[in-house]
């Protein structure tokens, strides 16, 4: 069975200070797709952007985009 969760990817710093925001999706092995979401580690509280609607409302287009 597959699993999926949002990841803050702090391997991978932008210029201005922020991470992706990817789905890890776990199934036998493990990938992630990028949201093409960003956001500073302050304003990432375990697997949720804790900050900025704006940001929130980015996600959830992006997400709904990709999944069509």
């Not at 992630?32 to 959830?60: D, F, H, V």
């Amino acid at each position: 069975m597959a699993s999926s969760i949002l990841y803050l990817d702090k391997r991978r710093r932008k210029d201005n200070g922020e991470y992706p925001i990817k789905i890890m999706i776990t199934h036998r092995s493990r990938f992630m797709i990028n949201t093409g979401i960003s956001c500073l580690a302050s304003e990432w509280k375990g697997r949720q952007i804790t900050k900025g609607a704006n940001s929130r409302a980015k996600m959830r287009q992006s997400i709904t985009k990709r999944c069509k």
